[in-house]
């Protein structure tokens, strides 16, 4: 009696086991499938893997993977990557119906690590969320960029650094030479002049460090943490968010030297530079009590940062690639300098007033930027709101991915798309096209960079003077080696491979 009670207690013992473990494997299960049940009325997309959703089917440049998931869902599709519910929009008609029309929906930004590591905890203009702070301080950068980056001082800031890389240039005549350096230490150049005004010389050690860590968080940040995608990450042991800390600081480190040297010298009856502007915009907050929380150092330091991070890589990355497109198509870059030679000549500098008078130049600098679409998908949003799009419904705090690159590249909207051809943006009475309705390089919108203005006066004045004055060709030797080669799986868009190329003084 005895064993048998014995016998039975074990067996129901046996039995509870087993059932707790059937139950825990159903639940798990159904968790883990529940991780890729789709928002009802959710845009269609690829099922995905329960937990990781679709984020390991991302194994190409995301652009490639996105124009690949439109063909088969749709314009506007969304998948699950970790914990995040993606939103993707493609092409013109729904891009510019986000961005203009429903430009408030779509004006957040969602809350990856990463960008709260950059940004000091969401202190920025660039990767801040959409409220009243972030209205303050892109007023206040707006309004700083239209008083000392426009028109003639802009022009005469630019001119400024030319001797400078006249010099270097002739020390390097008959070598090859990888451009970038030369054009980062070019813009660190008029960004430190026109946010702190302060001049360096092109061989500084410290503008070649900054350049340096810059790349560095270029290589080493790929597509983001995995905190960006899976909250419990960030209590994970790995090295990922440390070291996106200490690249940062690396990367701030020379800028801060130099925000501080600015306060020291500030004069408020003297404001010669953005980052003056700033402190007095701060000070005089202090004084009339209003906005001092949205006006802390940090902020403003975000602010500055942004504005000189922006101005330089924007324009080092397409110029990077003008060159290396030029010296791939000489016949291109002949038709440039005659039409510049033609209009300007070789005596007096290119100037602002210079636009409009050089078709075949302003069409084939928008054909670069066409052609390169360095900022494929433009920096994430999120919707501010539970939001009705496309007939679709996509609920607040959802990030929404821009696909310009679907509009660069768009076969319905530009006759061969994957060649470079300046005539892409020239009409038939030879004026430039410079708003095509499928060309969308700096955002629009809320969202939109407030540094455009800024970035393509940059562009025509360095990119015609380097035309004027200089051919770019590739090395002897090497002229069947591509050097249009691209990084691959960078968060930070189509960048080049370094390249060597010939830079020789024209005659």
């Known amino acids: ?29 159904t968790l883990a499938l529940w991780t890729i049940v789709r928002p009802k009325r959710f845009p269609p997309g690829p099922r995905g893997l329960p937990i990781v959703g679709s984020i390991y089917s991302i194994n190409d440049s995301p652009e490639v993977v996105f124009g690949e998931w439109a063909k088969k869902y749709g314009d506007i599709f969304g998948f699950k990557a970790g914990e995040r519910w993606i939103v993707v929009l493609n092409r013109q008609a729904l891009i510019k119906e986000a961005v203009l029309k429903q430009s408030v929906g779509f004006a957040d930004r969602p809350d990856f690590l990463s960008l709260d590591i950059f940004s000091d905890g969401f202190k920025d203009i660039a990767f801040s969320p959409y409220s009243e702070t972030w209205k303050l301080h892109r007023k206040l950068a707006h309004s700083a960029l239209r008083h000392f980056a426009t028109g003639k001082p802009l022009q005469d800031l630019i001119s400024s650094v030319y001797p400078k890389v006249e010099k270097k240039l002739a020390m390097t005549e008959g070598q090859p030479i990888d451009p970038k350096v030369l054009i980062t230490l070019l813009m660190y150049n008029v960004l430190a002049q026109m946010c702190f005004g302060r001049s360096y010389e092109l061989e500084d050690p410290n503008v070649a460090q900054w350049m340096n860590t810059n790349d560095e968080i270029n290589e080493h940040l790929g597509l983001g943490l995995a905190a960006d995608f899976f909250s419990w990450a960030k209590y994970l042991p790995t090295n990922g968010p440390w070291m996106l800390k200490e690249l940062q600081e690396r990367l701030w480190g020379f800028l801060r030297l130099q925000v501080d040297e600015t306060r020291e010298h500030y004069d408020p009856e003297n404001i010669n530079n953005v980052y003056s502007l700033l402190l007095k915009a701060q000070e005089d907050a202090r004084k009339e009590g209003e906005n001092v929380d949205k006006l802390t150092d940090t902020h403003i330091f975000q602010t500055i940062a942004d504005i000189f991070t922006a101005g330089i890589l924007t324009t080092v990355e397409t110029l990077y690639w003008a060159m290396a497109l030029l010296a791939t198509y000489p016949e291109i870059q002949a038709k440039i300098r005659v039409e510049i030679d033609d209009v300007i000549g070789r005596d007096r500098l290119p100037t602002i007033n210079d636009r409009g008078k050089l078709p075949y130049t302003e069409a084939s600098l928008y054909e670069v930027l066409r052609y390169s679409s360095i900022v494929p998908n433009a920096l994430p949003h999120a919707t501010t709101r539970d939001t009705e799009f496309g007939g679709y419904h996509i609920p607040k705090g959802t990030t929404v991915i821009i696909n310009t690159y679907s509009m660069h590249y768009d076969p319905q909207e530009w006759d061969q ?33 407030l540094g455009e203005a800024v970035a393509k006066a940059d562009l025509f004045l360095i990119f ?44």
């Not at 005895?2 to 299960?29: C, K, R, Y």
């Not at 943006?425 to 969202?447: E, I, K, N, Q, Y």
């Not at 060709?473 to 868009?493: C, Y």
């Not at 080049?496 to 005659?507: G, V």
């Open 417 to 449: 798309p994957d060649k470079f051809l300046p005539e892409h943006f020239m009409d038939g009475s030879g004026t430039v096209r410079d708003h095509p309705p499928s060309f969308l390089p700096f955002g629009a919108g809320r969202r939109g960079c």
């Open 1 to 29: 009696m005895i064993d048998l009670l014995g016998a039975g207690e074990s067996g129901f013992g046996q039995f509870n086991a087993l059932t707790i473990t059937a139950t825990l494997g159903m639940v798990t299960a």
């Open 464 to 507: 015609t003077w380097f035309m004027q004055n200089y051919t770019f060709s590739k090395v002897p030797g090497k002229e069947s080696e591509e050097i249009l080669k691209m990084i691959p799986q960078t968060a930070s868009g189509r960048l080049l491979l370094s390249y060597e190329i010939m830079i020789n003084k024209r005659d």
